[in-house]
């Protein structure tokens, strides 16, 4: 399957909510966009780094969701974030989620979030542990 018409079966009901749009998908990096609005932000009005967090993470689940075998899923088991210049409110940033490890049993991301400018705004890296499918018995 087309791995955009894969995320678009798989929307992520978080994702959907911070408004993480998806501009290119692939098995090694994926690239999305999400326009930081005000109540996704602290005070002064900029992005919450939690938000920051979790469009990041998001990411990188959906990379996950574009490795996993038939019927498998995928949690968060770690993730590290080096918050690096802010995001005002009326911005965009966009996230480019990289592989550095894709294995059976886990898979670690790398993502970069910028600003229109291509300002590094933060890096975030992340492991998924990559969940059996259930087995039928």
């Known amino acids: 399957m087309d791995p955009l018409a894969l995320i678009e079966a798989k929307k992520m009901p978080f994702a959907e909510l911070l408004g993480v749009r998806i501009l290119s998908a692939a098995p090694e990096r994926l690239t999305a966009e999400m326009v930081v609005r005000e109540n996704l932000c602290t005070l002064p009005p900029v992005l919450h780094g939690g938000a920051v967090m979790a469009f990041a993470d998001s990411l990188g689940a ?15 088991i770690e993730s590290k974030t080096n918050f690096l210049a802010p995001a005002p409110a009326g911005t965009t940033v966009t996230g480019e989620c990289a592989a550095l490890h894709r294995g059976r049993r886990t898979m670690v991301w790398q993502t970069r979030i910028t600003n229109a400018q291509g300002r590094l705004l933060a890096i975030v890296t992340q492991t998924q542990m990559v969940l059996e499918a259930p087995s039928r018995g």
Request: net charge negative.
């Open 62 to 76: 959906y990379a996950t969701m574009l490795n996993l075998p038939e019927g498998a899923s995928t949690t968060t």
